[in-house]
């Protein structure tokens, strides 16, 4: 007997059948839409729930830019710029002190930029030498209250920091941005009152993500919801969203049953390497940089970016190999085809599937 999460409405059924038809349109084209660059894996703060074990220090050295910009004049032939998103990564991006001097060559060459950031080195002359470098978006980190952010976050000032961030650019206008929260158990039952404060704070896009066991964060097994608060989980966007108040939406993990298309923009979808590609701090061309299993496709200091875009990531263009385990007899796998790529390990086995998260719920 089918539980309420798989229990999809005829409107429903059709409108994915139609959006999977595009997205294997797009598989066709692939055309390259956001590139990350992860400019430093330093960081200046030592998050439980990384994803890529950053450090203060790193064996990896920072990629120069002049290299990345190589790279980006590369691509130029062969794509419109103006819808060529590019996104600063990290470790932490402002431990670097030439992001300027980089975006205002991605804004010269007609690129967007944007940049992902824990806030603790944003400052009110910072920010505002970045808007004059052509800084088109930026997404801030802020995983709960004080006690629960700088628990997270290993640093004292982190969350003091943050909503300094949020703040400063509550008071712009000229660029988009947004928060971005892991939700866990420790942060999970204030929510709401985290939503009220965002709000008051000026904050209008919030996006929430759940841990998933990589990295630092794979250490940590009790950061995970139990199967009732995921569901609660998507309760509550769900319902803040029909507020209208506050833009939520949950991360492109994985496909959520009949909560598709009303915890989200959009339907479900990983556009890892279908038309989002990474370049590494190392010099690896990747897909999403939050794949730390080897997906990699080639590295720049060997092979042309836009050569390796068009005739690899294959594995990510066709993932029927992914159909086993849990997946292989999932009537829903024609939509969800096996989750995110960052849930699958170096063997291509998934980590976890939303879907039987949401199902062991409606089973309880």
């Known amino acids: 007997m089918k539980t309420p999460v798989e229990r999809l409405s005829l409107r429903k059924r059709l409108a994915l059948e139609v959006f999977r038809r595009m997205r294997e349109n797009q598989k066709a084209l692939h055309p390259l839409k956001q590139l990350f660059w992860e400019c430093t894996q330093?960081?200046?703060?030592?998050?439980?729930?990384?994803g890529s074990d950053c450090k203060r220090t790193t064996e990896i050295p920072d990629m120069p830019a002049e290299d990345f910009l190589r790279v980006v004049d590369s691509l130029t032939p062969h794509v419109d710029p103006h819808e060529v998103n590019i996104i600063i990564t990290g470790g932490e991006p402002l431990v670097r002190d030439d992001l300027e001097q980089v975006g205002l060559a991605l804004y010269r060459r007609g690129y967007p930029w944007g940049m992902v950031t824990n806030g603790l080195y944003l400052t009110a002359e910072r920010l505002q030498s970045l808007l004059a470098a052509g800084l088109h978006a930026i997404t801030v980190s802020l995983d709960g209250f004080a006690d629960d952010h700088n628990w997270l976050r290993g640093h004292p000032d982190s969350y003091d920091r943050a909503m300094?961030?949020?703040?400063?650019?509550?008071?712009?206008?000229?660029v988009k941005w947004d928060v971005v929260t892991c939700v866990n158990r420790r942060n999970y039952p204030r929510l709401e009152q985290l939503k009220d404060a965002l709000y008051e704070a000026g904050v209008r896009r919030w996006r929430l993500f759940t841990i998933f066991p990589v990295g630092r964060a794979a250490r940590y097994p009790e950061f995970q919801l139990d199967d009732r608060d995921f569901k609660g989980l998507m309760d509550f966007i769900r319902r803040?969203?029909?507020?209208?108040?506050?833009?939520?939406?949950?991360?492109?993990?994985?496909?959520?049953?009949?909560?598709e298309g009303e915890v989200r923009d959009g339907f479900y979808t990983c556009n890892a390497g279908i038309s989002v590609a990474s370049v590494l701090a190392d010099g690896s061309i990747s897909a999403c940089p939050s794949i730390r299993a080897d997906y990699h496709q080639g590295n720049i200091y060997q092979d042309d970016f836009m050569d390796v875009w068009q005739h690899r990531f294959q594995l990510f263009r066709d993932r029927r190999w992914m159909k086993k385990g849990v997946c292989a007899d999932c009537s829903f796998f024609r939509y969800c085809e096996g989750n995110g790529m960052h849930l699958h390990d170096g063997d291509g086995h998934l980590l976890f599937c939303h879907l039987q998260r949401l199902k062991g719920a409606c089973g309880q």
């Open 164 to 174: 300094n961030a949020i703040r400063l650019l509550a008071q712009e206008r000229d």
């Open 42 to 50: 330093r960081c200046n703060v030592h998050c439980k729930h990384c």
């Open 240 to 259: 803040t969203r029909r507020e209208g108040k506050l833009r939520v939406s949950y991360g492109c993990e994985g496909f959520l049953g009949s909560y």
